[in-house]
C-alpha cells in the first residue's frame, strides 16, 4: 500500500543523490539503506525511520566536498561512497568496509582493512564470484583483491573483510559505469 509520506522522503533522497531504489511509496530495504546514507553523512544515527533530525537533513543536507576529480570517494569515517562523473555528483551511498581487527575465516586469516589512497579499477566481474572469504556481486577490484561488491549483508559499521560491501541494487547500478581505469579514492 503507497504511503503519501514514504513517498514524498524517497522522492527527496532520489533528488539528493541517494538511491531508495524504486520510488514507489513503500517502505523497503532500499529506502533503509538510502535513509541510512542520509543520516551518516549529515552526522545523525542511521535508523530505519525519519526522526526529526531526519526531516531536517531532508530539508538541508550537509554540503558535500568535491573531488579532485571523476570516480569513486570512499569515506572511511562516515562509511559511504560518493559516485562523480563528469564533475557531477551522481551517487551517494552506504557501504560497509574493513573491520581493522585480524580475522580467520575458511583458513584465511588476515588484517581485516581497506586500504587508504588513490586506485583505479583493475578488473571487474559481471554477476557474482566466488572469493575466499565469500561470495561478491559485481565485484570491481581496485587493490589486488579488494573490490567494491554488492552484499547482501552490509551493516551500518565497517565489518568487511577490506572490501567495500555495497547494497545490491547499488552494485547493479554502479557497475556500468565504473569501467577499468576509473579512479577510486580511499580517504579516512
Not at 562516515?78 to 583458513?107: M, P, W
Request: glycine share 10%; with cysteine.
Amino acid at each position: 500500500m503507497l504511503d503519501q509520506q514514504i513517498l514524498e522522503v524517497e522522492e527527496r533522497l532520489a533528488k539528493l543523490r541517494f538511491d531508495p531504489g524504486v520510488v514507489d511509496g513503500v517502505f523497503t530495504e532500499e529506502t533503509a539503506t538510502a535513509l541510512w546514507a542520509l543520516q551518516k553523512l549529515n552526522g545523525l544515527k542511521p535508523v530505519s525511520r525519519v526522526t526529526p533530525a531526519t526531516e531536517r537533513a531532508l530539508k538541508r543536507p550537509r554540503k558535500i566536498r568535491r573531488p579532485v576529480r571523476d570516480g569513486v570517494v570512499v569515506d572511511l569515517g562516515d562509511q559511504l561512497l560518493f559516485h562523480y562523473e563528469r564533475g557531477k555528483l551522481r551517487l551517494i551511498a552506504h557501504v560497509s568496509t574493513g573491520a581493522n581487527r585480524h580475522y580467520c575465516l575458511k583458513a584465511h586469516c588476515g588484517y581485516a582493512v581497506t586500504p587508504v589512497g588513490e586506485f583505479r579499477v583493475q578488473r571487474r566481474v559481471h554477476g557474482w564470484e566466488d572469493g575466499p572469504l565469500g561470495a561478491m556481486y559485481k565485484p570491481v577490484y581496485f587493490n589486488g583483491g579488494i573490490a567494491l561488491h554488492g552484499s547482501v549483508e552490509v551493516p551500518k559499521r565497517a565489518a568487511s573483510h577490506g572490501c567495500v560491501r555495497m547494497p545490491l541494487h547499488i552494485a547493479d547500478r554502479l557497475f556500468p559505469r565504473l569501467p577499468v581505469g576509473t579512479t577510486v579514492l580511499v580517504r579516512r
